[in-house]
């Protein structure tokens, strides 16, 4: 089904939810990310599928601690379904380290995302985050 584009200030605020969501990630400020879901948002993740903000914290919370990641969104597309559901289409690349690690970092991912948001009368906010890999990273 084909979708309005989203006017300018919706797209920023989609747009930003979805930029949050990754810098919280890569800051280990997992908290904010968890704020970023609606209270019964899904993240399908590794093969799981995390519902509410309970599970989603709790597998933030099991990060390995000496892993820094860094998350690059690229090709953001905002497709604005009624008033207050949107779909952000978007790219992104992921880069992993491991506390002392000495060798160049290369892509860990490559893959094509689709956020579904909702706004709750007040901001915009993450109700279903899905991906698939898009092509191998460079070390694969």
């Not at 919706?10 to 990754?22: E, L, M």
């Not at 948001?117 to 915009?124: A, P, S, T």
Request: charged share 20%.
């Amino acid at each position: 089904m084909k979708h309005a584009t989203a006017p300018g200030d919706v797209t920023a605020a989609c747009t930003s939810v979805v930029a949050g969501f990754f810098e919280a990630l890569d800051l280990r400020n997992h908290e904010s990310a968890v704020a970023l879901f609606t209270p019964d948002g899904i993240w399908e993740r590794n093969g799981t599928h995390l519902k509410g903000r309970t599970a989603i914290a709790q597998a933030l919370a099991e990060r390995p601690a000496g892993r820094t990641t860094f998350h690059l969104v690229a090709n953001p597309l905002v497709s604005l379904q009624d008033a207050s559901h949107a779909e952000v289409r978007f790219f992104l690349v992921a880069y992993e380290a491991n506390k002392g690690l000495v060798e160049p970092i290369a892509p860990s991912a490559i893959r094509r995302c689709v956020d579904r948001l909702e706004f709750d009368g007040e901001r915009w906010r993450i109700a279903h985050k899905s991906s698939q890999p898009h092509m191998p990273p460079a070390s694969v």
